[in-house]
DNA sequence: TGGAATCTCATTAAAATTAACCATAACCCT
DNA sequence: AGGGTTATGGTTAATTTTAATGAGATTCCA
């Protein structure tokens, strides 16, 4: 049973479509890392995310994947590739069991009659811009080292819910790559690791890399020896 | 004098309201090389580009600018960052001299009554996605080889209408890059430059550079040097 | 008006950088 | 004990950076 008044679009889009709306909608469950379309095919359909998540990822020539993001329900999933007649520019995979909601196109049409079913799908839209946006930011402009920085400073909780793997992923590194990264800013004495939580020791040192894009190397060497040597008696 | 009838987004908004609009919009004329904003700044007008071409780049903390797009008149600049209350993800800048039309966010919210131009600005910001989407597509998931072969397949008019310095800045290549990917096509004869035009004759091998993200070392080697043999007379 | 000086753009080569790739070892946990 | 995960070393590929050069255009001024 959907509740429509939890799914932003629909919340706000008069009652009186509520019950039509129920009967409208195909309801699709789907298991774990089952696919729910794939880049380039085309749909006359929404895709309403209503239990699970799902991850958005492309696909290079040489089979890597490149994500794009990851979405919780209750949210709407490609829906400018409807409004558009163009093909899926990313493949859909969900990461829990779910539950999409399937809408055709034309039903959507009629609802934008009503005001705040309009705004609400233009807050969807305008959401998805600002998420490409940033997207764009993070693979364009930030090297490895100021993405990892970035994704500290943004949600320093991922660091303690997924595993090294996933968030490699979703910064678009190998787990190579990041592993080696979260050594150097541990030697750098930025971050530290305590009962198995990430603590964050020099956010201003983090600050920086994000903005040049580089850890000078051994930014407290000189610091850190010092105080060995205080510690040995020796200064 | 604005022709709000070229303007996708108001041209089919209701009439009644062009007298409106003609008052409450705030024309600025700009020379070329001139900035309308930067990343970061944050602004509650939208702006509409009326006259002339416009580029949108960001900059990277070692100075090197990213190309997001160019725009030619007619159409809207940033309005996601008005509708989100967002900071510019870019940098507006104006290639030829031109005019921009500042209208305050507050008049287009009671617009949005108007199915028509909900429809239009819903329209805006769906080009907008595909448009960021296709840059993710060819910042993540293309070589650099592969870029310049997509633009020739996609718009092989580009290369005699601009500098190559311009061409490079587009799909974010040093010149040096793109100089050397240029000269290797050639030698590849996929391409060929006759009386300053540049002509494709081998646009399968330009899918296959797309597709594989790679041009094989010298396709055309071997055949080449076949036919050499036999100019010699000595196959 | 001719020609030197200056600029911009394009090309080429060499060096440096970044991060992926490959292989292997270490580490955990259940 | 063994599979998934993380760490690390060595190598490679792609692209940028730096530098040098050339080819046209433009300016400037005697």
């Known amino acids: 049973m959907v509740n429509f008044n939890e799914i932003p679009m629909f919340a706000n889009l008069d009652k009186k479509f509520h019950k039509e709306l129920h009967d409208s909608i195909y309801m ?7 696919i729910v379309f794939y880049e380039g095919d085309e749909s006359d359909y929404f895709y309403i995310l209503l239990e699970g998540t799902i991850r958005l990822f492309k696909t290079s020539p040489k089979g890597s ?5 990851r979405m919780k329900a209750p949210t709407m999933i490609g829906e400018y590739a409807c409004f558009e007649k163009e093909p899926f520019p990313a493949t859909c995979e969900f990461i829990t069991d779910g539950v999409i909601g399937l809408l055709h196109f034309d ?5 934008l009659d009503d005001k705040e079913f309009s705004l609400g799908l233009i807050k969807s839209l305008t959401s998805k811009v600002i998420l490409l946006s940033s997207l764009v930011h993070k693979e364009t402009i930030l090297s490895s080292e100021a993405k990892v920085a970035d994704l500290m400073i943004e949600k320093i909780s991922i660091f303690n819910r997924l595993r090294n793997n996933e968030i490699a992923a979703i910064l678009n590194l190998t787990p190579e790559t990041f592993s080696r990264i979260i050594s150097k800013f541990k030697k750098e004495s930025i971050i530290i690791v305590e009962n198995n939580k990430l603590k964050i020791l020099n956010s201003e040192a983090l600050y920086i890399i994000v903005e040049t894009n580089t850890v000078k190397e051994c930014t407290n060497c000189i610091a850190n020896f010092k105080k060995q040597l205080q510690l040995e008696g020796k200064l």
Do not use: A, D, E
């Not at 994947?65 to 993001?69: A, E, G």
């Not at 039903?107 to 609802?111: A, E, N, S, T």
């Open 28 to 34: 699709k469950r789907f298991t774990k890392n089952s």
């Open 65 to 69: 994947q490149v994500q794009i993001n």
């Open 107 to 111: 039903k959507i049409y009629k609802y």
